[in-house]
Nanobody, 118 residues
């Protein structure tokens, strides 16, 4: 399964970015999905995740450091999972990775860099 992230780049503090991650087409709906990030010298950390639930059974969770600023919507008929980031801070600078899990098998994208600086 190939995951393809995009949307990274340089943004000023307080700005916004959307990172889309494309997966295996319509089958993506069966995957638990997440976004992680890793900055130099740090461990990879979970930023946001969304389960396979629909409607009231859909569950999203966020790291405390991004709550209220980031969201993780499924889009394009569930063929894309995005990380919508707003109110960006310099400490959000990192490589961001899309993660997909189905049946205990985990897949990773190649990462997309985000730099928050003035």
């Amino acid at each position: 399964v190939q995951l393809v992230e995009s949307g990274g780049g340089l943004v000023q503090p307080g700005g916004s970015l959307r990172l889309p991650c494309a997966g295996p087409g319509r089958a993506f709906v069966y995957y638990n999905l997440a976004w992680y990030r890793q900055s130099p010298g740090s461990q990879r950390e979970l930023v946001a995740e969304i389960n396979t639930g629909v409607g009231s059974r859909q569950v999203k969770s966020y790291a405390e450091s991004v709550k209220g600023r980031f969201t993780i919507p499924r889009e394009e008929s569930n063929e894309i999972v995005s990380l919508q980031m707003s109110g960006l801070k310099p400490e959000d600078s990192a490589d961001y990775y899309c993660n997909a899990d189905v049946g205990g098998i985990t897949y990773w994208g190649q990462g997309t860099p985000v730099t928050v600086a003035s």
